[in-house]
């Protein structure tokens, strides 16, 4: 198996972590902030790792607000 890059290792962990109840429908994931410190990471990381949540239509984001998680995630 190649090897992975580290906002793709989070944007399975975030997505895991979904699927398992930790963040239901409807909630906010952490800031970023949060999630920077957390999985101990530079922004640009984040970022990637949100945007591929967004592609696989999981999350969404709302300007100014946060990331939540969708209603139907990845339906």
Not at 36 to 53: C, G, N, S
């Amino acid at each position: 198996m190649p090897p992975r890059y580290r906002y793709e290792e989070i944007a399975d962990d975030l997505q895991h972590r979904i699927k398992a109840g930790e963040f239901p429908p409807g909630s906010r994931l952490p800031s970023r902030r949060e999630l920077i410190a957390h999985y101990q990471v530079t922004e640009p990381v984040i970022d990637r790792a949100m945007q591929i949540l967004r592609i696989k239509e999981i999350t969404e984001t709302l300007p100014g607000v946060g990331v939540f998680v969708r209603d139907d995630p990845g339906a």
